[in-house]
Each structure stands twice: as C-alpha cells, then as structure tokens.
C-alpha cells in the first residue's frame, strides 16, 4: 500500500489554499488535472464537510472530505471507488510560508481490484512527482 509524502508551495496565504482544496464547484476540473467536469459531483454538504465523487474516465473515487480552518487540514477518505479500496485517502497540513502557503500532503493509495493494483504499482515509481504537479497545479494562480 503506498503511502506518499510531498510538500508543494502556493502562492496564497493559507485561507485560501484551503478554500481552493474545499472549493467543489466546476472550476475544481480546471484546477485538478484528474478531474473531469463530467466527473464531478457532489452529493452532500455541511459546515466543515462534503461528500464528492470526483475523477476521470480512468478513475473515480466517492470520497468524504472533511477540514478544520482553525487547525488549516483537510482529509478526504474514500467511500467506494473502482480503483482504491475503501479507506485510502489524502491528508492536506497548510502552513504560512512567507505570504504565501506550504502544504505537506500524503497520500495512502491501497488498490482496489487488478486495474488498482496496477495503479498503486505505478505510484510507487511516478506517484510523489504526480501528486506534487497535480498538487501545485490546484494551488497555483487562476
């Protein structure tokens, strides 16, 4: 099961960069290279949480995310997905650098199935490159 570190800057101060990781609207596909708009749905929401499908023709993954202004963390668990098993999931830390943010992310990817296996394999070998340029992509100015 890989578990992977990275840290990537932003440009914005924390509060924003936590609301760009929380913001689930149709700008999110812009944002995050893996997110298709047509892969975007959101299926519930509160004060501090939502519940998201997001992902691309490749893969999805229905996740519960969850966030703390005051601690600046967010965490998404996944609910059901046809390549990550249940439980896999990101943790985001966001703290001032400068004017603007760090952000230490890990990710736990266990695979769900042949096709998630497949996946989790190649993350070993790409994944923390992946996540870091996904990561900046979804925090850097738009």
Partial sequence: MPVLHVSV??????????????DFGPERAESWPNVDVNNLTVHDRGEG???????????????RYTWDTAARTVSAVTLNSN??????????TIMPDGTGSRVEVTAV???????????????????KRLISSSTTAALAAR
Avoid: H
């Avoid at 394999?121 to 994944?127: A, D, I, P, R, V």
């Fill in 109 to 127: 990817r266990k695979g769900y199935g042949i096709k998630g296996k497949l996946i989790g394999g190649l993350l070993s070998l790409f994944g």
């Fill in 49 to 63: 949480w939502a519940e998201v499908t997001e992902g691309n023709k490749i893969a999805w993954e229905r996740e």
């Fill in 83 to 92: 390549v990550w098993a249940r439980g896999s999931g990101w943790n985001y």
């Fill in 9 to 22: 800057t932003s440009p914005f101060p924390p509060p924003e960069a936590l609301r760009r990781l929380t």
